[in-house]
């Protein structure tokens, strides 16, 4: 499995709404990151996860929360957003650091994105 | 600071040959990425190259680097109509989780 999964695809919620974004990949990897891309810009890191602790918090606003319950998985809760934050919200993961790979590439694997509408 | 600047539209016709422009600012930088976008896709990675090396070649797709000028450019021969996507050229430094991206390119590709 070289795939990372995002749920749901397509998401229109209510500033006033909770609801949470989810990833998941299997291909054994220690880092999980979200990030954030508007319309014909590039993404824009919010968070990094490393062997399950956040270790990046891009000074993203507490309206954005997100939970690392084990590798595999990587959940963005999101609560009285604003309609600015409307946007793709990519998960990405990477192999993450080893011993080996401590000057290494960073290879990013992609999900889909899930296209959160904010209404 | 850290930037990545690249031009944001390039047009070829089917079977020419696309190159695809970037300069970046952070000299200790020490991999350099493109990656591929389609419409409505997440990223994925097409190549990346160590700051040490000049050139990388992978079937249709050759990146040259120039770390003086701190320009890398990707060269994709015999450009299809499935080439036609957004490509982002991107920075990081060895074994850190941040990877800074340009703005991307958007390649059209007329038939």
């Known amino acids: 499995d070289t795939e990372v999964t995002q749920t749901p695809k397509h998401l229109v919620m209510g500033m006033t709404n909770k609801k949470s974004l989810k990833c998941e990949q299997h291909m054994g990897h220690r880092a999980m990151y979200w990030y954030k891309q508007k319309a014909k810009k590039p993404p824009e890191l919010m968070f990094v996860y490393s062997y399950e602790k956040l270790s990046i918090n891009e000074s993203v606003p507490s309206r954005f929360s997100p939970e690392c319950p084990n590798s595999s998985l990587l959940n963005l809760h999101l609560h009285a957003l604003q309609p600015e934050d409307s946007a793709l919200y990519l998960c990405?993961?990477?192999?993450?650091?080893?011993?080996?790979?401590?000057?290494?590439?960073?290879?990013?694997?992609f999900g889909a994105g899930s296209r959160l509408t904010v209404l | 600071g850290e930037d990545v600047e690249q031009s944001l539209f390039l047009s070829v016709r089917e079977g020419d040959s696309s190159v695809i422009n970037c300069t970046y600012t952070?000299?200790?930088?020490?991999?350099l990425y493109w990656y591929k976008q389609e419409p409505g896709a997440g990223l994925q990675l097409l190549t990346y190259?160590?700051?040490?090396?000049d050139m990388k070649q992978d079937q249709r797709l050759t990146v040259l680097l120039n770390k003086k000028d701190k320009h890398l450019s990707l060269r994709i021969a015999d450009t299809q109509t499935g080439d036609s996507a957004i490509y982002f050229c991107?920075?990081?430094?060895?074994?850190?989780?941040?990877?800074?991206f340009g703005a991307g390119t958007r390649l059209f590709v007329k038939a």
């Open positions: 990405a993961s990477s192999p993450g650091p080893t011993p080996r790979a401590l000057s290494g590439a960073n290879v990013l694997t």
């Open positions: 952070d000299s200790s930088s020490t991999y």
């Open positions: 190259i160590f700051s040490n090396m």
């Open positions: 991107a920075e990081s430094k060895g074994g850190g989780f941040k990877t800074i």
